[in-house]
């Protein structure tokens, strides 16, 4: 199966053009619950294609509002590519959307197209999830509050955090989606003011990395403070162990998720993300 079998062609494909701020790639974000978004810019000789600007892109720069200065450069792959070499290189480069290049954009391949194959049977997903699943798992608590979580799922590098309980029972889900769903660009003030925590203040660490102000000055993101409880997916959809990356696959689908916590007798013990079903390709 060849990229050009599974890829989102570029007339279907969302782009942001340059020059253009964070507004612009900060709503289709929003609105589309991408992970990213390609960067092109119009010249005499057509469109060409500049790079990608993430979620992580937008958060990690509060101070950048600049197209250009916020995108990278990423792997690029062909509509001849086999599926399964750009399953390697989704993750060897850990890359979510690989542009599709053949003399300008031709499209994109996401992570989300690998898993779709997966789910029709068109490359191998026979192999069970207890030997694709990842064993540690990134947690909050409900009570934490969101920006303070935000925090917590940049610094472990996942897209998500599962929210425990007072119990240590699983509450809930928070995605890296759900956070920017909430986000807004803001005014600041050139001024941070007091936006450092007293030792015995509250969440005193979140107050120390002036979360809530950190985002000054000029135009930035915000994120609320009101706790996780608030933007958790609480209905949580798991799996078990003896399930295949087929039968996955088309849970992530039909959920309309990245990730499913691995249970074993109604423990938590692993987690199952769309990228690890790429491991048995």
């Known amino acids: 199966m060849h990229v050009a079998d599974a890829m989102t062609p570029r007339s279907d494909v969302v782009t942001v053009a ?25 010249t005499d000789d057509g469109e060409v294609y500049r790079g990608l600007v993430s979620r992580d892109d937008l958060i990690e720069n509060p101070d950048e509002d600049q197209l250009a200065l916020l995108m990278r450069e990423v792997p690029t792959t062909t509509p001849e590519t086999d599926i399964v070499d750009v399953a390697e290189l989704m993750q060897t480069e850990g890359a979510r959307r690989v542009p599709v290049v053949d003399d ?3 499209g994109i391949i996401t992570v989300t197209d690998v ?9 191998d997903g026979d192999t069970t999830v207890d030997t694709l699943a990842t064993p540690e798992v990134n947690t909050t608590y409900v009570e934490t509050p969101l920006t303070v979580a935000e925090r917590e799922i940049n610094y472990a590098n996942v897209p998500y955090a599962v929210v425990l309980d007072d119990e240590g029972g699983m509450a809930g889900m928070l995605t890296e989606v759900d956070i920017i769903d909430v986000a807004r660009v803001v005014e600041g003030e050139d001024d941070t003011g007091e936006s450092i925590a007293n030792q015995d203040d509250e969440w005193m660490w979140e107050g120390i990395k002036a979360v809530g102000n950190r985002y000054f000055p ?17 209905d949580v959809v798991t799996v078990s162990g003896h399930k295949t990356a087929r039968e996955v696959a088309k849970v992530l689908l039909s959920n309309d998720v990245e990730q499913v916590p691995l249970v074993d007798g109604g423990a938590l013990v692993g987690i199952v993300r769309d990228v690890d079903l790429l491991r048995g390709v």
């Open 218 to 234: 000029t135009r930035n993101v915000e994120i609320p403070r009101e706790p996780v409880a608030t933007f958790m997916t609480e």
């Open 104 to 106: 300008g954009l031709v």
């Open 18 to 42: 340059l020059p253009g701020t964070r507004d612009d790639a900060l709503e289709y974000l929003q609105e589309r619950g991408f992970s990213s978004i390609p960067v092109v810019k119009e």
């Open 115 to 123: 898993v779709r194959a997966i789910a029709r049977g068109e490359v």
